[in-house]
């Protein structure tokens, strides 16, 4: 199933220590089997996606050689409620990929539910925000050049074949989308290469070299990337806590004598000091799981109309990380997505099995929570409201 690619399927191939000692550090190879990532997406899905949404550049776009391809060689001018567009031509999008351009459609974790289900796993398992970008070419040629991304990534192969060639960390290890030195190159040894077949998954860490290029078969992958936090962003983080301190937030003695300057920076440097240790990298870590995102979805009429549902009603938790509940005097509380909500400790025996399950029927949460069926569809309600569930 694609909403356990990662945290069942991946694992089992890999091991659990791809978390804890290989995840960003080094380079993954894993077959889970082309059955397992078939599900994701279908040549007829692809087709039917690009038929029912209006994509144009720079969502869905085409490269060739390392180089774009001009948009109008492949789109029309067009209009959408009074919107300029760029329509895709059917005939000049085929005859693109005919000549060997290679087809990237970002975000398509935002268009396909099996893709999203397969983000949301990922994002459960390494508890960072994940996109997923379709690359599609025919022949034997390249999209892009040898590159390094500024995130890693989880290559899976759905269809036909693509050669990879691994290069590894460059002259400048761990390099940032926002970095002093962008000048670095790509070492002059492979780590790994060879041909990726369906069912394969790639993981490439962040900053890694590599070459791809088709075999001269057709290619269809999905690239699942993720970016990880590092130091610069708790360093952020801290310095965001400074408007708390009094004493930061004061002018600099600019006009003072340089004994004044330099007992003022002392003086910064100390409370900083302070504040990391108040704020230490579980803190962060904590505040930042604590906003991360729900993905963009809607439960009508249920969440506008107050109808109860019935006990044959599957109920979806929306939060995508485990939601963490806290008892808060006769209250239960949890975090999602920045905002704050608490509950009546009655609730926290449902809220806890929608947490740990996710998808259940109004009469199994409430068998799990030993509820009535009625108080059960009574706590949907409200949840339903504040789009902390979704009703099907």
């Given at each position: 199933m694609?909403?356990?690619l ?7 191939a890999v091991?659990e ?6 995840l960003?550090e080094?380079f993954v190879?894993a ?7 078939e599900?994701l997406?279908t040549f007829q899905a ?7 949404h209006?994509l144009?550049?720079?969502?869905l776009?085409?490269?060739r050689?390392?180089r774009?391809?001009?948009?109008g ?13 760029r329509?895709?031509r059917?005939?000049a999008?085929?005859?693109?990929l005919?000549?060997g351009?290679s087809l990237?459609l970002?975000?398509?974790d935002r ?6 289900a ?5 994002m ?5 925000r994940?996109?997923v970008n379709?690359?599609?070419i025919?022949g ?7 590159h390094w991304?500024?995130h890693d990534t989880f290559?899976v192969q ?5 050669h990879?060639k691994?290069h590894g960390q460059?002259t ?6 926002e970095d002093v030195?962008?000048?670095?190159r ?7 290469e060879g041909?990726v077949r369906?069912?394969?998954?790639l993981?490439v ?6 070459t ?7 290619s ?9 936090a590092?130091g610069?962003?708790w360093?952020?983080?801290l310095v965001?806590?400074?408007h708390?301190?009094e ?5 600099l003695?600019r006009?003072?004598?340089p004994e004044?300057?330099r007992k003022h920076?002392?003086e910064?440097?100390?409370?900083l000091?302070?504040l990391?240790?108040q704020?230490d990298l ?9 906003r991360f995102p729900?993905r963009?979805?809607?439960s009508?009429?249920?969440a506008v ?5 019935e006990a044959d009603t599957?109920?979806e938790f929306?939060p995508?990380?485990p939601?963490?509940l806290r ?9 999602v997505?920045?905002r ?9 025996p ?8 996710r998808?259940?029927?109004v009469?199994?949460?409430a068998?799990r929570?030993g509820?009535a069926?009625?108080t059960?569809?009574?706590?949907v309600r ?7 569930v979704l009703?099907?």
């Open positions: 694609t909403d356990r990662f945290t069942e399927t991946l694992l089992a091991g220590d791809l978390l804890s000692t290989r960003s080094d190879r077959d889970v089997g082309a059955a397992a990532v599900p997406l692809l087709s039917d996606l690009l038929s029912t209006q144009e550049p720079p969502r776009r085409l490269h050689a390392g774009p391809v001009p948009v060689d492949y789109t029309d001018p067009g209009e959408a409620s009074g919107v300029a567009r329509l895709v059917p005939e999008l085929y005859e693109q005919r000549q351009a990237v970002d975000g398509i268009l396909h539910p099996p893709i999203r397969a983000a949301d796993d990922l459960r398992l390494v508890r960072e994940v996109q379709l690359y599609l025919w034997d040629s390249h999209g892009f050049d040898t991304d500024d290559i759905l269809a036909g074949t693509k990879w691994v460059g400048r290890p761990h390099p940032m989308k030195d962008h000048s670095h790509p070492p002059q040894t492979a780590v790994w041909v369906p069912g394969e998954v993981h860490p962040r900053g890694w070299w590599h791809v290029t088709g075999t001269g078969d057709v269809m992958h999905l690239t699942f990337g993720f970016t990880r590092t610069v962003d360093a952020r983080w965001e806590r400074l708390e301190v004493f930061a937030r004061t002018d003695p006009f003072g004598t004044e300057r920076q002392h910064l440097l100390r409370r000091m302070d990391a240790e704020h579980d803190a962060f870590l904590a505040d930042r799981d604590s729900r963009q979805s809607f009508l009429p249920w109309d107050g109808a109860t549902p599957v109920v929306t995508i990380l939601a963490a008892e808060d005097g006769q209250k239960v509380a949890l975090t997505a920045g704050r909500y608490a509950f009546p400790r009655a609730a926290q449902m809220l806890e099995a929608l947490a740990e399950e998808t259940l029927t009469a199994e949460l068998e929570a509820e069926v009625d059960a569809a009574a706590l409200v949840l339903v409201r504040h789009h902390l009703l099907r």
